[in-house]
């Protein structure tokens, strides 16, 4: 699968197939979101990978009962070592580096047949407590990963067409 199909084949998993995911694929999983690239190369990231069905319970309960967590075989929170670092633009150097570290998760997971579900929707402090996550980090994301109980496939998606989100040399 090249970076297109990829893209095109990754959408939001929220219902997981039983079977766990073996250790060599979700290496390379971590391994793509190593890769990443990195403000100034600080790579403040940690990615925990959390497998253990109490500790996803608990990451269900922090992020309001959304059962993906809970039932996914992996889930992956994101965090960044240093959320108050910012790039001169004023813009949160962590959040970004997670952003795009995270993504290449997603493509690396639809390559290798896995989905996965972007949740930001969770709260922080109940996460950070279940994961011993320290104070002074912040947990960007957590993604659930999974083989998912309806297979990848080419799917029209809902997007704005460019002309809608594009503009050339200034905001339009």
Known sequence: MDVEEAIR?????????????PEEVLKKVLDAARMAPSA?????WKFIVVRDEEKRKELCRAAGGQAQVRDAPVVVAGITTDPEDRLPSGVSSGIMDLSIAMDHMTLKAAEEGLGTCWIGAFDQESAKRALGVPKR????????????????????????????????????
């Open 40 to 44: 100034h190369n600080k790579q403040d």
């Open 137 to 172: 980090c912040e947990i960007v994301a957590l993604m659930p990963i999974g083989y998912p109980k309806e297979p990848l496939r080419k799917k029209e998606k809902n997007r704005k067409s460019l002309d809608e989100i594009v503009s050339y040399e200034g905001f339009a």
């Open 9 to 21: 084949v990754r959408r939001s998993v929220r219902s997981y197939e039983g079977r766990g995911v």
